[in-house]
């Protein structure tokens, strides 16, 4: 499993997608403040600190998060199919169940890496400008890495989703897509179904597509903590059974 693991890393790190969107993330993250900057100082308005700009923005990354999943899914691993990679790690010995948990793992450290982007770059950027400021009233010093941990998790529980859709669609394009209209779409059609079916109400409340928007919270009640940790937990175990299980029985041209 060790092994299987380095290899994907290795993909990843040749990867040039990966790479060539995290620097496309890294100059949007750093020209996404300067617009606030000097709109607030042409308008002679208080300037935003890094502070106020990571808890007003740190739940609109949940839109990068999305976008980061599909694309990373499309060229890392649907497009392992198209080159005939796929079939040739699937003939090399080792069961499917393991390559596609190595996959994941990968796939997952990858998104989580592009997640993070954003909310660092931009509050360094920002604070270089303006000063750190203070975190909101309620929050503790605790606000920063539990939103940065919440942000890993929760980037985890959608890569299990997207790698789920890899080895069902298999085709790049397809799957990158299907992807983004799926998270993009899946809010929208839960809450419509929620107003007139409870249960679905029900399950769009306690799904990582309405919890994602909670890590950005300057406080959060301990009742809550658990739904927030076990939601995302819980999709990436199912998500990756799934995917398992569809891999095994997947035919591999």
């Not at 699937?90 to 069961?95: D, L």
């Not at 790698?163 to 998270?183: C, E, N, P, Y």
């Not at 597509?209 to 175990?237: H, R």
Request: aromatic residues 14%; without cysteine; proline residues 3%.
């Amino acid at each position: 499993m060790y092994n299987l693991i380095r290899v994907e890393f290795f993909k990843l790190r040749k990867n040039r997608s990966i790479w060539t969107f995290l620097l496309a993330l890294s100059i949007l993250s750093l020209a996404y403040p300067l617009l606030y900057y000097f709109d607030h100082r042409s308008n002679g308005e208080p300037q935003i600190t890094g502070a106020e700009f990571l808890t007003t923005f740190i739940s609109s990354n949940a839109y990068i998060i999305k976008f980061g999943v599909a694309i990373l899914a499309g060229f890392f691993i649907s497009n392992e199919y198209s080159t005939g990679v796929m079939k040739t790690i699937a003939s090399s010995g080792n069961t499917r169940g393991r390559l596609f948990a190595a996959k994941l793992v990968v796939f997952a450290v990858g998104a989580m890496a592009i997640s993070l982007v954003f909310p660092i770059v931009s509050t360094v950027e920002v604070t270089l400008l303006s000063g750190f400021g203070h975190l909101p009233e309620g929050s503790t010093t605790l606000f920063i890495p539990r939103a940065l941990g919440l942000t890993l998790l929760y980037t985890a529980s959608y890569a299990a989703i997207g790698a789920l859709f890899t080895v069902i669609l298999t085709d790049s394009g397809k799957t990158i897509g299907f992807s983004m209209i799926f998270f993009l779409m899946i809010d929208t059609v839960l809450a419509g179904v929620g107003s007139k079916i409870s249960f679905f109400s029900t399950l769009y409340d306690y799904s990582i597509f309405k919890l994602v928007g909670d890590i950005g919270k300057p406080s959060i009640d301990s009742g809550d903590l658990p739904a927030l940790l076990f939601v995302p937990l819980l999709t990436i175990v199912v998500s990756g059974i799934l995917g398992i299980l569809v891999f095994r029985r997947k035919e591999i041209k």
